[in-house]
């Protein structure tokens, strides 16, 4: 009995430590999905973004569910309302990131460094494509239009972001007035008009016109055609003499 009791005692006591050991491995709000790895505060928000992104594009910002992005990101509301204050914090946070990767890639382009036609040719091609395989950005931009930009209009963040999309433009119109070869009139607001015109309804419409129409737009032929058309229209209506 005694070795028994002694047994026991030991186990008792190793309670605590091994309490201790599993609480170390938990997350802040003291959940975690079983065998998840620590993160870092900045993965667990990228995550939580991430997974807010695809929720909030596919259901809206009323249809989407907290509670569903936080059990697929093994944190838990309370983790959540903690880094972005509530549910239209996290879909700000959603929209201001979604807006950022579009940016930052497109500051990468290197426009400077090609002729003013080659760089708007560009500046399209990488708005088309970039539309065609970032189809929550467009759903996003939907709702967040359904919703008359309300929550664009809270960050100050998403309108910077802007201002370098049309600050480059400018660059690229000024340039082609400066060589010859840019007709006058125009403004890099309505060029930017232009561009996102063509390239967002050949995402945000395709499945409406496809049927109506009964023509596959998503095919690799049909989207190579499309893509070289809304780049000849754009240089057409930019260019003093179009090619």
């Given amino acids: 009995m005694r070795r028994s009791s002694q047994a026991t005692g030991r186990a008792a006591s190793d309670v605590p430590a091994r309490k201790s050991q599993s609480m170390s491995k938990t997350s802040p709000s003291g959940r975690r999905r079983p065998g998840a790895k620590l993160r870092s505060p900045d993965a667990t928000k990228q995550d939580i973004i991430e997974v807010a992104t695809r ?59 090609l002729s003013p036609a080659d760089a708007l040719r560009r500046l399209v091609e990488f708005t088309f494509d970039h539309h065609h395989t970032h189809e929550a950005f467009i759903r996003l931009v939907m709702i967040e239009n359904i919703h008359h930009g309300e929550y664009l209009a809270r960050s100050k963040t998403i309108q910077d972001l802007n201002v370098s999309a049309i600050g480059e433009l400018e660059r690229i119109y000024r340039r082609g007035l400066q060589e010859g070869i840019f007709r006058k009139g125009l403004t890099a607001i309505e060029l930017h008009w232009q561009i996102s015109a063509l390239c967002f309804f050949n995402v945000s419409n395709r499945a409406t016109f496809s049927q109506i129409f009964r023509v596959d737009l998503t095919s690799k032929k049909a989207l190579a055609v499309l893509r070289a058309h809304v780049v000849e229209m754009v240089l057409r209506n930019v260019l003093k003499t179009p090619a």
């Fill in 55 to 113: 929720e909030f594009a596919q259901n809206g910002l009323s249809g989407a569910r907290v509670d569903e992005i936080a059990a697929k990101t093994g944190s838990s509301k309370r983790m959540i309302y903690y880094y972005f204050g509530d549910k239209d914090g996290l879909y700000l946070a959603v929209l201001e990131e979604a807006y950022r990767r579009v940016r930052t890639t497109e500051a990468q382009l290197d426009l400077e460094h």
